[in-house]
């Protein structure tokens, strides 16, 4: 399994290096009033265009919830630095791992993998991911925690490591057989 992470972060560096060198990130900032540092890719302009020409193309059906997730994608200025809305049908191979401070936890296969552009094209990779199941009822305090959780996992920040080490949150997902998010 270790292995594969290599491989993926191998395919990242190589997907940033790609980025950074083509002509596709002048293009895709040209219209963008961001400040991003050396070889960054302002995502939030590439999420926000990639929502208006296909209208908010996911709905969690909780308001609350989309909320967070949308300031998350708003907010993004460098890849993986915010999270969407992950239809529960794009997970296979849903085992039972154990159980933490709020409900269980798996081990799944995400079949597209986070979202990650090249310009302004999706690209999709498979990989084995931990679901964290919160509960049915998300009350005003789980909801601030999760949204805090995400603002700190998201964050290129040594705030960030120090916390949560290598942990990334992708995502929220809901289960519609129990209604679990």
């Given at each position: 399994?270790?292995?594969n992470?290599?491989?993926?972060?191998?395919?990242?560096?190589?997907?940033?290096?790609?980025?950074?060198?083509?002509?596709?990130?002048?293009?895709?900032?040209?219209?963008?009033?961001?400040?991003?540092?050396?070889?960054?890719?302002?995502?939030s302009?590439?999420?926000t265009?990639e929502?208006?020409k296909t209208g908010?193309?996911?709905s969690?059906?909780?308001p609350?919830?989309?909320?967070?997730?949308?300031?998350?994608?708003l907010?993004?200025?460098?890849?993986f630095?915010?999270?969407?809305?992950?239809?529960?049908?794009?997970?296979r191979?849903?085992?039972?791992?154990?159980?933490?401070?709020?409900?269980?936890?798996?081990?799944a296969?995400?079949?597209?993998?986070?979202?990650?552009?090249?310009?302004?094209?999706r690209?999709?990779?498979?990989q084995v991911?931990?679901?964290?199941s919160?509960?049915?009822?998300?009350?005003?305090d789980?909801?601030?925690?999760?949204?805090?959780?995400?603002?700190?996992?998201?964050?290129?920040?040594?705030?960030?490591?120090?916390?949560?080490?290598?942990?990334q949150?992708?995502?929220?997902?809901?289960?519609?057989s129990t209604n679990?998010?």
């Amino acid at each position: 399994m270790v292995r594969n992470k290599k491989i993926w972060a191998y395919n990242v560096e190589q997907l940033l290096k790609q980025v950074i060198n083509s002509s596709v990130l002048s293009s895709m900032l040209s219209d963008c009033s961001h400040t991003v540092g050396e070889g960054a890719v302002c995502e939030s302009c590439t999420l926000t265009a990639e929502a208006s020409k296909t209208g908010t193309p996911w709905s969690s059906g909780n308001p609350e919830i989309d909320r967070i997730i949308l300031n998350s994608q708003l907010k993004s200025r460098y890849m993986f630095s915010h999270v969407e809305w992950i239809p529960f049908e794009h997970f296979r191979e849903i085992n039972r791992i154990g159980r933490g401070g709020f409900g269980n936890v798996y081990s799944a296969w995400w079949i597209d993998g986070p979202m990650c552009f090249y310009g302004n094209e999706r690209i999709s990779r498979g990989q084995v991911v931990a679901i964290k199941s919160l509960g049915r009822e998300l009350t005003p305090d789980l909801l601030h925690k999760l949204e805090t959780y995400i603002n700190i996992s998201t964050s290129q920040t040594n705030l960030r490591y120090e916390l949560l080490g290598l942990f990334q949150c992708y995502g929220i997902t809901q289960d519609p057989s129990t209604n679990e998010y």
